[in-house]
């Protein structure tokens, strides 16, 4: 599998608005079922990587470092479609999902738990 070199213009670039960390909310859907399955973050270098990688590449605030999704775990995002919203303040990539899911917990979605205790979004 492979993901979608995806060519920005320096208009759609400058939209995007970074916090005072110089970073950016990234939302990820699948592209068949069109779930969400996570949320990370990027600085103006990882989404200029994934860009041109075609493939998710995020700042881990944690590890102040470049990670690229699915390096270790072979969970890798591959990328087809990406948006920034009206505002410019968050990004949505729309990905195949490669593997068994997103979540580092093992479940396909990082939202799997909803407030009320019913029945998880992933059917987990």
């Given at each position: 599998?492979?993901?979608?070199?995806?060519?920005?213009?320096?208009?759609?670039?400058?939209?995007?608005?970074?916090?005072?960390?110089?970073?950016?909310?990234?939302?990820?859907?699948?592209?068949?079922?069109?779930a969400v399955?996570?949320?990370?973050?990027?600085?103006?270098?990882?989404?200029?990587?994934?860009?041109?990688?075609?493939?998710?590449v995020f700042?881990?605030?944690?590890?102040?470092?470049?990670?690229?999704?699915?390096?270790?775990?072979?969970?890798?995002?591959?990328?087809?479609?990406?948006?920034?919203?009206?505002?410019?303040?968050?990004?949505?990539?729309?990905?195949?999902?490669?593997?068994?899911?997103?979540?580092?917990?093992?479940?396909?979605?990082?939202?799997?738990?909803?407030?009320?205790?019913?029945?998880?979004?992933?059917?987990?």
């Amino acid at each position: 599998m492979t993901g979608v070199a995806i060519t920005a213009n320096d208009e759609a670039l400058a939209a995007v608005k970074y916090d005072a960390d110089g970073l950016v909310p990234a939302i990820v859907q699948d592209a068949s079922t069109r779930a969400v399955l996570m949320m990370a973050w990027m600085s103006a270098e990882t989404l200029a990587l994934t860009l041109a990688e075609g493939r998710t590449v995020f700042w881990s605030r944690s590890r102040s470092e470049v990670w690229r999704k699915g390096e270790t775990s072979g969970e890798r995002q591959w990328v087809r479609e990406a948006y920034y919203d009206c505002d410019g303040d968050t990004l949505l990539f729309v990905v195949d999902q490669d593997g068994d899911g997103a979540c580092h917990t093992g479940r396909y979605s990082c939202f799997f738990r909803s407030f009320d205790g019913s029945a998880t979004a992933d059917g987990g």
